[in-house]
């Protein structure tokens, strides 16, 4: 597909819940390939990796990138971990990083429609008297009340943040509605638009890269949702690769255009042909 065009493979973004994991169960084989893709960019990449000691840049760059908004960064390591996942928090680029991001840009005070444990990644963000709405996945939030007081706050002028509009999301006991239904809900009675800051948005994979002098045309995405993960990394200019684990349904390729780079089984597969043909 045009490699020959392409320029090197410099980094590689992963999604996290549906593409590592599903909440607390590993997909099979993913802690090995993520220890094989090491070792084999070592392998592949033995005289670079001598100068990398020196110089502290690796030829490949990892970086795990998610809309997860459940928990907060260190207990999202924490989970990892207990799955047997060597990831460190600064390899972490999550949805509410960047909605605090944009918080503190705005200099407002958010009313908070977001799980409990993910509290923590808004701690100094004054929330009393608030003027911004920031909705993530908040089951326990998303009753009557709390819509209308958001939908009010919103009304009275305050802007409407979401940290991402994914539609659903796995679970082991099946497929369960994202913040995207109850944020659209918001927009459609208030008749106004998100600003959105997690998965496909533009601006989220390049935040995701900031940092690691690459381009996005050296980026490859990989993840289980067609399109956050896989057209958002595409229309960022990325490479995304789609896997048939996590919240991924038959003919999913299709929702998309273009269509994904590649679709595979799961993670392990993505890693061997990265490592096979993108490098």
């Known amino acids: 597909r045009g490699m020959a065009a392409r320029r090197a493979l410099k980094a590689v973004l ?11 169960s590993a997909v099979p084989g993913a802690q090995e390939a993520l220890k094989r893709q090491v070792t084999s960019f070592y392998y592949h990449f033995f005289f670079c990796f001598l100068w990398q000691v020196m110089l502290r840049s690796a030829p490949v760059t990892i970086r795990f990138v998610t809309n997860t908004t ?6 999202l390591v924490q989970r990892l971990t207990s799955l047997g996942f060597d990831i460190a928090e600064n390899e972490i680029f999550t949805s509410l990083t960047a909605a605090r991001n944009l918080l503190e840009q705005k200099q407002v005070r958010p009313l908070l429609l977001v799980d409990d444990k ?60 994202g913040p995207g239904p ?9 008749d106004t638009k998100a600003t959105v800051v997690g ?15 690459c381009a996005p045309e050296e980026a490859v995405m990989i993840g289980d949702d067609c399109r956050d993960d896989v057209g958002g990394a595409q229309q960022a200019g990325m490479r995304g690769i789609l896997v048939r684990t996590g919240k991924y349904r038959p003919a999913d390729e299709d929702k998309i255009n273009p269509a994904p780079y590649l679709t595979c089984e ?6 061997e042909h990265i490592l096979k043909r993108m490098l």
């Open 14 to 24: 992963v999604d996290l819940n549906g593409t590592l994991h599903v909440e607390d």
């Open 266 to 271: 799961s993670f392990p597969e993505a890693v």
């Open 118 to 177: 993910a509290l923590p990644d808004f701690r100094g963000i004054g929330t009393d008297d608030p003027n911004a709405v920031v909705v993530g996945l908040a089951p326990e939030h998303f009753h009557y009340e709390m819509m209308n007081r958001a939908f009010r706050l919103i009304l009275d002028g305050a802007p409407l943040i979401a940290i991402h509009k994914a539609r659903y999301f796995k679970k082991k006991d099946g497929l369960s509605l």
């Open 199 to 213: 998965k496909p948005e533009k601006t989220f994979f390049l935040e995701a890269l900031r940092g690691t002098d």
């Open 182 to 190: 109850f944020v659209t809900g918001l927009e459609y009675a208030t």
């Open 70 to 75: 459940k928990e907060s960064k260190r207990d």
